[in-house]
C-alpha cells in the first residue's frame, strides 16, 4: 500500500504564496504520474496540476502561470507551489499518485491523500 500524507495548507491574504507537499511512502512500487486536485465547497473535484515521470507537466487553464508542480522522484516526493492566490482557490487540495509494485504481479495502484485546507481571504 502505498500511502500519502500532505502538508502545507494553511490561511494566506489574497496575493499570496503557499507551498503543498506530498509524501508517497511504502515498498516495492514506482511511481508514474503525480497530480494535484482539489475540491471546493459544493463543487466537484477538479485536476489542477500534473506531472509524469518523463517531466512533463499539465495544468488547469485557471492556475496558468501562477502555480508550478515539481517533484523529488528520489524522496518520493510531489509539491505545488501556489503563488498569486485568489479567493477562488479556497478549496481542499488533494495529492493524486499513480505508479505500480515491482514485485509480481507488478499491479498498478492509485493512492489520495487524505487533503489539505487551503483558504485564500480577500
Known amino acids: 500500500q502505498v500511502l500519502l500524507v500532505e502538508s502545507g495548507g494553511g490561511l494566506v491574504q489574497a496575493g499570496g504564496s503557499l507551498r503543498l507537499s506530498c509524501a508517497a511512502s511504502?515498498?516495492?512500487?514506482?511511481?508514474?504520474?503525480m497530480d494535484w486536485y482539489r475540491q471546493a465547497p459544493g463543487k466537484q473535484r477538479e485536476l489542477v496540476a500534473a506531472?509524469?515521470?518523463?517531466?512533463?507537466?499539465n495544468y488547469a487553464d485557471s492556475v496558468k502561470g501562477r502555480f508550478t508542480i515539481s517533484r523529488d522522484d528520489a524522496y518520493n516526493m510531489v509539491y505545488l507551489q501556489m503563488n498569486s492566490l485568489k479567493p477562488e482557490d479556497t478549496a481542499v487540495y488533494y495529492c493524486?499518485?499513480?505508479?505500480?509494485?515491482?514485485?509480481?504481479?507488478?499491479?498498478?495502484?492509485?493512492?489520495w491523500g487524505q487533503g489539505t485546507q487551503v483558504t485564500v481571504s480577500s
Open positions: 511504502g515498498s516495492h512500487f514506482t511511481i508514474d504520474t
Open positions: 493524486n499518485v499513480q505508479g505500480s509494485y515491482t514485485r509480481w504481479p507488478r499491479a498498478p495502484f492509485v493512492s
Open positions: 506531472t509524469t515521470n518523463s517531466g512533463s507537466t
